[in-house]
């Protein structure tokens, strides 16, 4: 009788590359084949290079001949550094948003973990964590309302199991309280708690609240760690060291050994999208990770996003509702349209509006001004000839910043210095027209010279820790007026702030983009939770040429909850998410009609097959044309079935692997896609 033949064992590798597969590797000699496993880490030869892989699947077949495979150089792990709950993860993130599975396995580890000789280094570190281990809790002297109680128990019910939550409370009403106390639960039992939040400058106070709370190690995740940082912070997470781990998105793929719940803060937020490589929503990516790992999801927000409130319709999350601002003194801010129609306006600022600024002043409060422009002014013209500053790489113009007599692109960053006079006509008669935050602050200084300023933006956060001392120096009432862009709407506890003015109400009236409407109506309630939030009322004030727009008057009458009610309808009449599914094909090029070209092509190559599946919309020229120097396109798709859209994807994405674009020419697809480009 024969022997039978062993089969030699084959190792399916993801490997950072543009290709939507894995690659094929035997062991390497002498290897200890029952050593190998899912999520160890190996070095292979790939082309004429050697990089890091991450062994998906351990197998005895190929697509190619085993005597043509190649081995693996080096086994890097003696246990997987992906548990299989992270792997399947990524597996279901690479299908859904037709990734290569390589770059998402990229996104998942900390940079120094491709290496292959920090191998003793990571040995090293995690022997050292696993000393350094405190699951201790400190006592809670707050008090909570009947609905922080209701919402503590309906998650405390089902901490063993996956469930999503909804928690809509507004702002003010102690969302973060009941966090804590769910996470308390979580750590009695000796779990660890995943906190996601949208902006990294969210982390520093989320951090503080959590310390004050909770004697137990914590781990951090935004993008200005260090490599070393984020893999300690990495290091910790996946050893169960760090009880809880708080992060921005990317956190979503950080390995736990002990996973209790998933917490996504201010889930609303456009932030938890991913919008360049691997284009994910992290939001969406928890409710995944949450049912892999069967665990409880908290999705939490004032203003929740409207795909959420349709999930609870759907009785697919269990909303949790916190209606009313916590401590009992806050009360609701009440509203004002600032009507700027025949007004006389000083650089954006309706004279209408410095009344009750001054009233606010003078009875101790804080006013935040907000304004969503950074820079001093969006438009340098001149007075002779009409020539308006443009940027040369975009279909966009340039803003002033008057302290660094700079023009900037906000879109491509490019800057040149402010010209001394027109480039086209030679005339020094040079205006700056429209106002940005920097324009803002230099005329309330100028009208209002006994207050003092701060100024928070993009421009003026630039240094390491310049916005924790901005904040304590507020907190600190080292400033009365308040001027800022997105960066004071998010999160933040200003007990002082008694009025709150958005200037610029307007520009989201008008959009392109379905989802405007929805992104204002979030923004303005957002900015307005700012006021009011200690025992002063606040009040709201918002600045428009359009006072008697129905989407106005609907938010500031009815609230968020009558916003969103007549929002979905439009959406269900039209046919637009959450009530349909879409994707985009993006496509940009240097030459001015090759994007357009290539769309057409990837259209006309699947439309038979796509026909009687789903709706195809271009292609057509993206919304600002040209970018940092490309032509940029799109082609729409959008199906009334998720799995359908899915189905069309797959063939679109073989037509162009047949048409082989150029390698000039670049394009991307954006599964869900939250901003039209």
């Not at 290079?49 to 792990?77: C, F, W």
């Not at 506890?493 to 959009?511: C, E, I, K, R, Y």
Request: aromatic fraction near 6%; glycine fraction near 4%.
């Amino acid at each position: 009788m024969l022997d039978t033949i062993k089969k030699p064992l084959i190792l399916r590798v993801a490997v950072p590359s543009p290709l939507r597969h894995t690659f094929d590797y035997l062991l390497p000699k002498d290897y200890n084949p029952t050593n190998i496993m899912p999520g160890i880490r190996v070095l292979v030869p790939f082309g004429k290079r050697e990089i890091i892989g991450v062994v998906l699947e351990i197998v005895t077949e190929s697509k190619s001949e085993p005597a043509k495979l190649k081995a693996a150089l080096t086994v890097l792990d003696n246990e997987p550094l992906l548990p299989k709950s992270i792997l399947d993860l990524i597996s279901w993130t690479s299908k859904y948003y037709h990734h290569p599975i390589g770059d998402v396995i990229s996104n998942a580890l900390p940079n120094l973990l491709r290496e292959a000789t920090r191998k003793k280094k990571i040995e090293d570190e995690n022997n050292e964590y696993k000393l350094s281990k405190e699951f201790q809790a400190k006592p809670k002297t707050i008090q909570l309302n009947e609905h922080q109680k209701q919402a503590i128990d309906a998650v405390k019910k089902h901490l063993n199991e996956f469930k999503a939550f909804l928690l809509d409370g507004i702002t003010s009403s102690g969302k973060t309280e009941v966090y804590l106390r769910v996470i308390a639960e979580i750590i009695a039992a000796h779990k660890q708690a995943l906190v996601l939040v949208p902006e990294i400058n969210l982390t520093p106070q989320t951090i503080a609240r959590f310390a004050e709370c909770f004697a137990v190690p914590i781990a951090v995740f935004h993008s200005r760690l260090t490599p070393k940082e984020r893999l300690h912070s990495w290091l910790m997470a996946k050893n169960g060291v760090a009880s809880i781990v708080i992060g921005t998105r990317s956190a979503i793929f950080t390995p736990l050994k002990n996973p209790g719940i998933i917490i996504i803060d201010e889930e609303h937020d456009l932030s938890f999208k991913q919008q360049s490589g691997l284009r994910y929503s992290a939001r969406n990516l928890a409710i995944i990770r949450g049912k892999l790992e069967n665990i409880p999801v908290i999705l939490g927000s004032a203003t929740p996003c409207l795909e959420s409130i349709y999930n609870v319709k759907r009785k697919r999350y269990i909303e949790l509702t916190l209606p009313e601002r916590a401590g009992g003194l806050a009360i609701h801010p009440s509203f004002h349209l600032v009507d700027m129609r025949n007004q006389k306006l000083k650089h954006g600022i309706a004279e209408n509006l410095l009344h009750p600024i001054k009233k606010h002043l003078a009875n101790q409060g804080q006013v935040l001004i907000f304004i969503n422009r950074r820079g001093f002014a969006p438009i340098l013209i001149c007075h002779h000839c009409g020539w308006v500053a443009g940027c040369k790489h975009c279909d966009a113009r340039l803003t002033i910043h008057q302290k660094k007599r700079q023009l900037r692109c906000h879109h491509c960053d490019m800057f040149e210095k402010i010209p001394p006079k027109c480039p086209k006509c030679s005339d020094e008669n040079l205006l700056s027209l429209g106002s940005g935050t920097e324009r803002v602050e230099a005329t309330l200084q100028e009208l209002l010279p006994e207050a003092k300023l701060i100024r928070i933006d993009r421009d003026t956060t630039r240094r390491k820790n310049s916005l924790e001392t901005m904040l304590k120096n507020i907190h600190n009432k080292e400033y009365q007026i308040l001027v800022g862009t997105q960066m004071l709407a998010k999160g933040h506890h200003f007990p002082d702030v008694t009025m709150v003015a958005v200037l610029n109400v307007d520009q989201g009236l008008f959009s392109a983009d379905f989802r405007s409407s929805e992104h204002l109506a979030q923004l303005v309630m957002q900015v307005a939770g700012r006021a009011g939030r200690a025992e002063k009322p606040g009040e709201v004030y918002l600045q428009t040429h359009n006072p008697q727009h129905p989407l106005l008057l609907n938010l500031i009458n009815g609230g968020y909850t009558s916003f969103v009610n007549n929002c979905l309808e439009e959406r269900q009449a039209a046919q637009l998410p959450p009530y349909s599914y879409l994707a985009l094909l993006h496509a940009e090029s240097k030459e001015q009609a090759a994007a357009l070209k290539f769309l057409a092509q990837i259209r006309t190559g699947a439309e038979k097959s796509l026909t009687n599946i789903i709706k195809l919309f271009g292609p057509i020229p993206a919304v600002m044309e040209r970018k940092a120097g490309h032509f940029r396109a799109q082609l729409l798709l959008q199906s009334q079935n998720r799995e359908t859209l899915q189905q069309a994807l797959d063939i679109l994405l073989k037509t162009i692997d047949e048409l082989k674009p150029k390698h000039s020419l670049r394009w991307f697809l954006d599964v869900d896609p939250v901003e039209l480009y």
